[in-house]
């Protein structure tokens, strides 16, 4: 056995120390204690003992009570320990391993008998070390592709915020059929990139554990109807029909994640339309199984598209596994869809499988479990799009490093009548702040010199006149944090961000920062609009 093995051996007879140290001292290191005091205050010294061979019956502190304390201080939990005894009972053993010890024999021994035991448990030491460097290795590998997936989304979709943004403006603007048919295809090409995204981020976080399902009262056809008007241009464009079919004993009304749900059957039906060229598509929803507090319900989607081979069927839900892998192949993705629509399955309590022949088409039918509810427990907004989109005029702070975003959101807010005025970053908004009044803080969570985060902190700290973080103390210039106190002391800003990054627990993030709402890029103009409605209701 490697001889950095440190031994401590703790008993009260002499002899005994010195049978066991004379024997073991050429494989490992030894260390001895004459009582259990002794062999506490030698068990955290170091070298650190790796294994206790620990005697019973020894005056003040038993070998009982030494174990207990062993395993209760944190420096020496994990050291293995090995009763030694004259004890024989069935109960002295069982008392023993109770105490927290790995093995029990029984005095007289034969040495080898011990160093047998030494070395099985040593060797079991070892393994359990190298399983928790590999886990911890695991966890900080885990940790680095989150912190990488983050960085990317907002990376990503900044730009992408602007792109779509500035597509849809132009679009208003557009009288040209050929100028607008092109910026069409522009805003078809964003959308699927933004598709992509979104798919690696959600498989990310459905793998990590992160994904939870939002669950709220919810109508079943309005929600997949959203799904099918999402496809709807490309089903026109490819001659496709789209029917829905609900069977008369499914419930109006469902509790869910009605996201979650749409994003299953819009996959599916994305799937359908990519792979199909004539026919029609039907969509088929019936009832598995209702019970008092659950319903069980079957959404089915067939098409008369490709179909798949029987050797790939098995495949296609494993992630980045696709029908056709060849480098030729006809149609694109990233083999994560059907993977996520799994996932996102099991998290409902239900399964998703697929029949299809080769050649003539395919029915992917997946199930999942709601709550019951009812139609009477939703409330839907019954204002018009010009009602929500008719507030009054408010002074916005906008705080974007992002120069595209800030020309965009600035458009959007001023074909409101909103007055708007911009910051590149944290500091520069703090120095605004002292100088002008504002309804709303509009701000971007990651910049540069003061994020987001911080800058919201800042805020809240000399609202409510506590002190401010020292980290971000230490890049405040002194007079600047002294004047923001007087000037904000007492009164709530209404602080809305705007993030980039689309990770779990980003959202709680932003409210422990102490902003008031959150906004994911790329920015949606209709949900920037519904969200300062929500903030500032019609008079």
């Known amino acids: 056995m490697n001889e950095q093995h440190t031994l401590l051996i703790i008993d009260d007879i002499v002899d005994n120390l010195m049978l066991l140290g004379e024997a073991m001292s050429s494989e490992y290191k030894i260390k001895v204690a004459t009582s259990g005091v002794q062999g506490l205050e030698l068990a955290v010294q170091k070298p650190k003992p790796d294994l206790i061979l620990l005697d019973i019956m020894m005056p003040g502190i038993n070998g009982y009570e030494v174990c207990r304390r062993l395993k209760e201080n944190d ?3 994990n050291i293995p320990v090995i009763f030694l005894s004259a004890l024989d009972k069935e109960s002295d053993e069982l008392q023993g391993l109770d105490a927290g010890a790995v093995d029990f024999i029984t005095k007289p021994f034969k040495l080898e008998v011990v160093r047998a035991r030494i070395n099985t448990q040593l060797e079991l030491l070892q393994m359990r070390q190298q ?11 885990s940790q680095s592709k989150s912190v990488f997936l983050a960085n990317m989304s907002h990376e990503i979709r900044t730009p992408m915020s602007a792109i779509m943004g500035m597509t849809d403006l132009a679009l208003e ?8 048919s092109y910026l069409e295809t522009v805003k078809l090409s964003a959308d699927s990139l933004l598709a992509l995204i979104n798919d690696i981020l959600d498989f990310s976080k459905i793998e990590a554990g992160q994904m939870e399902l939002d669950e709220h009262p919810f109508v079943l056809a309005e929600t997949i109807e959203a799904a099918m008007r999402t496809v709807s241009i490309l089903s026109k464009e490819k001659g496709l029909g789209i029917t829905l079919e609900i069977a008369p004993d499914v419930p109006v009304a469902v509790a869910g994640d009605s996201l979650r749900f749409r994003q299953i059957i819009l996959n599916l039906l994305s799937n359908a339309i990519k792979f199909s060229e004539k026919g029609t598509i039907r969509i088929n929803v019936t009832l598995v199984h209702a019970g008092l507090e659950t319903i069980t ?7 008369q598209g490709a179909g798949i081979k029987k050797e790939k069927i098995h495949s296609i839900f494993s992630a980045f596994s696709q029908a056709d892998s060849s480098v030729s192949r006809k149609f694109g993705g990233t083999g994560l869809g059907l993977a996520i629509c799994r996932q996102l399955c099991e998290l409902m309590d239900g399964t998703i499988n697929v029949e299809s022949e080769y050649g003539k088409g395919s029915t992917f039918s997946f199930t999942a479990m709601f709550a019951t509810s009812s139609q ?8 018009s799009s010009s009602e929500i989109m008719n507030i009054r005029p408010v002074r916005v702070l906008l705080v974007e490093d992002n120069a595209a975003n800030r020309f965009l959101i600035r458009v959007v807010l001023e074909k409101f009548k909103h007055e708007v005025v911009e910051a590149v970053d944290g500091i520069e908004a703090l120095h605004i702040i002292l100088e002008d009044q504002f309804d709303l803080i509009l701000t971007d969570v990651q910049m540069p010199k003061l994020d987001g985060y911080q800058f919201t902190r800042i805020i809240r700290a000399c609202e409510e006149g506590k002190e401010i973080d020292p980290h971000i103390a230490d890049k405040m210039d002194n007079n600047l944090i ?15 961000s705007m993030t980039a990054n689309a990770m779990s627990g980003d959202k709680e993030k932003c409210f422990t920062a102490g902003m008031d709402d959150y906004l994911t890029k790329p920015l949606n103009q209709e949900e920037l609009v519904i969200t300062l409605n929500r903030w500032f209701p019609d008079k």
């Open 173 to 180: 603007k557009a009288s040209d059929p050929q100028q607008k």
């Open 297 to 303: 319900l079957r959404v089915a989607v067939t098409d």
């Open 131 to 141: 399983l928790q460097t590999a886990r911890l290795k695991a966890e900080a590998a």
């Open 376 to 383: 009477e427990k939703i409330t839907r907004q019954k204002k």
């Open 482 to 496: 002294s004047n923001l106190r007087l000037r904000l002391h007492g009164k709530h800003r209404l602080v809305i």
């Open 75 to 77: 420096q020496t939990r």
